[in-house]
């Protein structure tokens, strides 16, 4: 298949409409099978769940081109099994795993023009996402749902080379104990918009969450899961119940264990201890790990001594050996690199 004519190099991360996208429909208790489809638009009612009372949740995965040539996708099951979670959560109904994985796979494969050339560092971002589509009034969910996967192709994260980022502490919670922070929930962003836009016109990159019941944990930022590296050269992340479970650092932290031979460690890390570590980066689909220089209290500057221009060096050890897993220059343990072509 020809691929597309464009500036792989260049692209940033937008929406670029490509051919086909997945769409299925629940009604009367039950999925249809779901078709590709070239109709970019949605025609739902006015009064639909999702317009009414945000009931909607999303996954983000990629698909890219292997050293050998291969069209490959990374873990699409596990982010199958989160969305399940996250319908759960939002009665909204599960589209089942299998048939997630199967949809996603058909969606790139029909837009395999625009999956980037090895070594451009562009990838086709693919985003599945699901919503309430009939009629709410009285605050319940919707009977109907559409279930839609589309493609957009993306530049390479570190286009102007790798810059370690600078976060503060935010002074707004992200998730409430027991509430949605571990699910992709279209209202966890939706309310973390006005933080992020403050965050940025004063400078810094992101927020850093604090867990909101006690405001000591370290939680996550609006996107990314916390990778911290101890002086010691251990592998520590946030242990919370109301962080979103990234498939990015949970593959680290195997990396870092069965790869690196690091001794890893999932448990509470208090702010208070931010300023003993060497490293930070934030891991998620987008940037696998950007690194973290500084986190900014409140006018006090913790800075990451390892980290503060660019990856520090076991961060970077981390980055090159997943991405390494991912590209195929590198032998990925079962089941993590699912083949389309
Ligand atoms: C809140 C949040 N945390 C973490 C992540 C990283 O998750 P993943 O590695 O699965 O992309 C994301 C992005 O999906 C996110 O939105």
């Not at 949740?57 to 596990?78: H, M, N, Q, S, W």
């Not at 409430?176 to 992020?196: D, E, F, Q, V, W």
């Not at 195929?328 to 343990?333: N, S, T, Y």
Request: contains cysteine; negative net charge.
């Amino acid at each position: 298949m020809e691929k597309k004519n464009i500036d792989w190099a260049n692209l940033g991360f937008g929406y670029c409409k490509t051919d086909k996208r997945f769409v299925a429909n629940y009604k009367d208790g039950a999925w249809d099978e779901g078709v590709l489809t070239e109709d970019d638009k949605v025609v739902i009612s006015e009064c639909a769940g999702v317009l009414q009372y945000a009931q909607t949740c999303f996954e983000g995965l990629k698909a890219y081109t292997t050293e050998d040539g291969r069209i490959v996708t990374f873990r699409p099951d596990l982010n199958a099994s989160r969305m399940a979670d996250s319908c759960r959560k939002l009665e909204m109904p599960v589209f089942p795993e299998d048939k997630f994985v199967e949809a996603v796979k058909e969606t790139i494969k029909a837009n395999v023009a625009y999956v980037p050339p090895y070594g451009s560092g562009a990838t086709l971002y693919v985003r599945p996402y699901m919503f309430g589509s009939s009629p709410v009034i009285g605050v319940k969910p919707a009977q109907e749902y559409q279930f839609r996967i589309f493609t957009t192709p993306v530049g390479p994260y570190f286009k102007g080379g790798v810059k370690s980022l600078t976060i503060r502490i935010s002074d707004m919670d992200r998730a409430a104990p027991h509430g949605t922070g571990h699910i992709k929930a279209g209202l966890n962003y939706a309310m973390s918009l006005s933080n992020i836009v403050e965050a940025h016109n004063l400078g810094f990159d992101e927020n850093m969450y604090l867990d909101s019941a006690t405001r000591t944990y370290v939680e996550e930022t609006g996107g990314a899961n916390f990778l911290f590296v101890t002086k010691d050269g251990k592998v520590v992340t946030p242990d919370s119940e109301t962080i979103l479970p990234s498939i990015t650092r949970r593959s680290l932290m195997i990396v870092a264990k069965e790869y690196l031979g690091l001794e890893v460690e999932q448990r509470k890390v208090t702010k208070d201890e931010l300023k003993d570590f060497a490293e930070c980066g934030l891991c998620g689909t987008a940037a696998v790990i950007s690194p973290v220089g500084k986190v900014v209290d409140h006018g006090t500057e913790i800075i990451f001594k390892d980290s503060e221009k660019e990856m520090g060096p076991i961060t970077k050890k981390l980055y090159d050996t997943l991405t390494g897993i991912q590209m195929g220059r590198i032998e990925a343990p079962q089941g993590w690199i699912q083949e389309i072509l």
